[in-house]
């Protein structure tokens, strides 16, 4: 039996090791009902006493989640009036398929555990003093599917749309040449994947896993060429998607349009477990902005590798598909695969070269999640090597207007002999030079940067030792690659070695690569260093680099049968920052290339909006360069004019941060 001295001697202690036993510390938050289009909760608190700046509200879903096992936080003191013991934030959500509830603990600073950080270094925040514990909230039921996307199948006269439901139940697509009028119905495909198919830590762990839902896949069929096409997708018992609209694809179209970037990643209005991607939101906006102007012509958004960076947090892929269904919901989107989708310590091939390259970056996803959620043409697959279904959307192809697009995946075999060589060779093999005058190859890891990347070194070796020989048989237009999280375009190479250092020319037998994987992801080496100085990038650049740039942004590619052009367009101000036009064999008249038309028509379209697209000045200096200089002092000028630029112009952007990162934050 417990004596009354130990008793109150015990409670005593409790009421100093848990304030949540003795405070009065009041929790609420609203609307007790989330719809889609109000979806913003607000959380509000009072008698918090003797308020500490780390005193923090978690989000849980579904409430039964440990303390631990929070999906992201929000530090009290983002509220004007948190020292006074109350406050309130709000907070936008997406709907995961269950319940939120929120809950607030008392944080000290002498609990602070660095052993356990985020990836800016910060200390996680500890569950051991909670104060409060709000109602549930939830979305109203009826809303119907959500996270929809569009792709293109193997036939021209078909859309494939993909979307989530919580139960799995019937939908279909709705759709037709009218917006009032949709007469045509497909039904959809239904897959899930579960825990047990997660090959590691934390995907496959209560810390990390949430049910991902149902996956519907349906095809619209039977399409007419280059229309608008109004759809919706759901069912009359679970509720209808809002309607949508795209424009179908034209089997002889003479222009392509399309947008491509690598490495975007997420927005989340809270901290969580990984820093998240705040400027993937600007990406979304400006390829929003120029999808409009185009109006009623056809295009497609390209995503190289590092999708969501969800890492094993599934949660992260709701939050991603919610924030790219404005423009994927009514543009193709199409992915390769990236190490954050698919890297895991057992995945099959991983040859001794590659030992350094192929970590834990995938979260312990093992591609599960990216090969379910997406649907690519072809039908590329390789084994998990364990229960878990194959990996999927590795490496295809498909023709979009006057341009031929190859995926390829650079976390699988890519070598003289394997599968996906033998896919790359017979497909550039077979594209008709005559209707797609252009070829533009696309895969995650490059296989050339100045970035001082030193754990892809071998890997890329091994790119161009296997790859790069077809890249220059079948003339390649443009190698375009993500990984490094900054823009960077280069000459056209051929075994290091620059063919045209011009940014306006005719093909010049050899690939022009770049880099783009500035599409939200922040952290990043420094530049390749001088020789001397290993703590100092070369600069300007090494002659092979033509442009480089620390701004996130995106490309957008124009082209016709004549001339294909690519530009970097940058989030601060939406502006083109960069550019490169290669003419095809079938331009006529050479002797002016920069004067051409053939693009009048694009440009024309994209300039209708507020934001006028702006032609880089660089050009004019190149054209005039390469008059009267060699190429080695016509590289050097560039490089000058280049330096001269940027301190005179004085940029405001914000630049990816120069650090090297430590082995949890791989590339």
């Known amino acids: 039996m417990v004596s009354l001295e130990a008793f109150l001697l015990l409670t005593l202690s409790l009421s100093l090791i848990s304030p949540s036993l003795s405070s009065q510390v009041s929790l609420s938050v609203s609307p007790k009902t989330l719809t889609r289009a109000n979806r913003i909760v607000r959380i509000q608190w009072s008698g918090v006493e003797s308020p500490s700046e780390l005193d923090w509200v978690g989000m849980y879903s579904p409430p039964s989640s440990r303390d631990k096992h929070f999906i992201g936080y929000v530090f009290l003191n983002s509220s004007a009036t948190w020292q006074s013991g109350y406050g309130s934030v709000e907070l936008p959500l997406v709907n995961i398929r269950s319940n939120y509830v929120f809950r607030i603990f008392r944080w000290t600073y002498d609990e602070v555990n660095y052993k356990h950080q985020d990836h800016d270094g ?45 139960d799995g139940k019937d939908n279909v697509v709705r759709y037709g040449l009218h917006e009032g009028t949709l007469n045509q119905t497909t039904g959809t495909e239904v897959n899930r994947y579960e825990q047990a198919h997660m090959c590691d830590y934390p995907a496959n762990h209560s810390i990390g896993w949430r049910d ?17 096409y109004y759809y919706k997708v759901g069912s009359d018992k679970t509720g209808w998607s809002s309607t949508h609209s795209f424009i179908s694809r034209e089997s002889q179209s003479n222009e392509t349009f399309a947008f491509l970037f690598g490495d975007m990643g997420t927005y989340t209005p809270y901290r969580t477990f990984y820093r998240t991607q705040d400027e993937s939101q600007s990406t979304v906006k400006w390829i929003l902005r120029d999808l409009k102007a185009l109006e009623n ?51 099959p091939w991983k040859p001794w070269w590659s030992y350094s390259s192929y970590n834990k970056d995938g979260g312990g996803e093992c591609g599960i999640p990216y090969s379910f959620k997406f649907h690519m043409p072809g039908d590329s697959s390789v084994s998990t090597g364990t229960s878990a279904p194959a990996t999927k959307n590795l490496y295809y192809s498909f023709d979009s207007g006057v341009v031929h697009f190859v995926y390829i995946s650079t976390e699988t075999n890519f070598e003289q002999g394997s599968d996906q060589y033998n896919f790359i060779k017979s497909d550039l093999e077979r594209v008709n030079r005559e209707k797609t005058p252009f070829i533009v190859l696309q895969g995650h ?12 070194a071998l890997l890329r070796e091994k790119m161009s030792q296997s790859l790069e020989p077809l890249l220059v048989q079948y003339k390649v237009t443009l190698a375009l690659w993500g990984h490094v999280h900054r823009y960077e375009r280069f000459c056209p190479l051929k075994n290091f070695q620059c063919l045209n250092v011009s940014s306006s020319f005719k093909y010049a037998g050899a690939p022009v690569h770049m880099v783009i994987g500035m599409g939200g992801q922040d952290w990043q080496p420094i530049w390749e260093p001088r020789p001397d100085h290993q703590d100092r990038p070369i600069f300007p650049q090494p002659l092979r680099s033509m442009y480089r740039g620390g701004e996130y942004g995106y490309t957008r590619l124009v082209a016709t049968k004549e001339k294909l052009r690519m530009e970097y367009v940058g989030n601060h101000d939406g502006m083109v920052h960069d550019m490169v036009e290669i003419f095809s064999d079938l331009y006529l008249d050479n002797s002016n290339y920069n004067n051409s038309t053939g693009n009048s028509t694009v440009n024309a379209t994209l300039k ?3 934001e006028v697209v702006v032609e880089p000045r660089v050009s004019t200096y190149i054209k005039a360069g390469s008059v009267i200089m060699a190429a080695l002092l016509l590289g050097y ?23 090297e990162m430590e082995e949890l934050q791989t590339l």
């Open 297 to 347: 012509k056809a295009a497609f958004i390209s995503h190289i590798g590092d999708i969501s960076y969800a890492r094993g947090f599934s949660w992260i892929w709701d939050e991603f598909f919610n924030q790219i269904e404005p423009i994927a919901a009514s543009t193709p989107y199409h992915v390769c695969i990236g190490n954050h989708e698919y890297d895991w310590p057992n995945q």
């Open 122 to 166: 910060n200390p996680l925040p500890q569950t051991k003093h909670r104060l409060a514990v709000s109602e549930e909230i939830g979305f109203v039921s009826g809303l119907g599917p959500e996270q929809i996307h569009l792709s293109f199948t193997g036939k021209v006269d078909e859309m494939r749309v993909m979307f989530i439901t919580a």
């Open 212 to 228: 991902p839902g149902f996956i519907h896949d349906g095809v619209m069929k039977g399409l007419e060429n280059g229309k608008r």
């Open 637 to 659: 000028m560039l490089g000058f004019f280049t330096k001269w630029k940027r301190e005179t112009k004085q940029p405001t952007w914000t630049p990816v941060k120069s650090e």
């Open 445 to 456: 890891r490059p296989m050339h940067t100045t970035s001082n990347e030193v754990r892809d």
């Open 608 to 610: 209708k909006g507020k």
